[in-house]
């Protein structure tokens, strides 16, 4: 059984800059959920985080956006559907976690759980996008998802979501994000131990 003497720690990566942003409602209510459950929760808020080459990696949101990525163990990406697909802000933090810093993948055998709100009727466009994007990610995505139509309708004023098969929804991803996350993170380095990578290493000792 899982290691359980500390709390899974989860990053929630949201994509909007509005001041009432639904995809950042959506994942500060998720936050709440897994709090409730026993996580422990950190947000990047993506505000003047510049474009992905328009400054040095060095830059203190990009350095601060890797730590938080190295520091969790499972993650959270909450976008708006923006013309049929996720926004630039959460594309954009996403472009600036490398699939390797040195000798450390930032992002690799880390749980995922991919929301998105749209301002119509319910689509799953951008929950696909970030599919593939965990998936490059080398991250593992968990089944289950939410999607939240006409999320202006979905929020109480000071931000709180609604009682609705949409909230239900958020629930059963959050507990299915918690419970991947504690069942595999005594196995991550097994499961993602490769072939390839083992013979690359052997060949860099062999020069």
Known sequence: MSNLDRPPRILFLYGSLRERSYSRLLAEEAARIITDMGAEVKFFHPHELPLRGQVDETHAKVQELRE????SEGQV????????????????????IPLSIG????????????MQVSGGSQSFNAVN??????????????????SVAKAYQEFHEDGTMKDSGYKDRVVDVMEELYKFTLLLRD??????????ERKAKVQTASK
């Open 68 to 71: 938080l990525s190295q520091w």
């Open 77 to 96: 990406w909450s976008s708006p559907e923006m013309h049929g697909n996720v926004t630039g802000i959460l594309k954009n933090q996403i472009d600036w």
């Open 103 to 114: 000798s450390v993948r930032p992002t690799q055998g880390k749980t995922l759980a991919v």
């Open 129 to 146: 996008t970030l599919r593939i994007l965990g998936r490059w990610m080398r991250m593992f995505t968990i089944p289950n998802q939410s």
């Open 187 to 196: 196995e991550v380095d097994y499961l993602t131990d490769r072939h390839s």
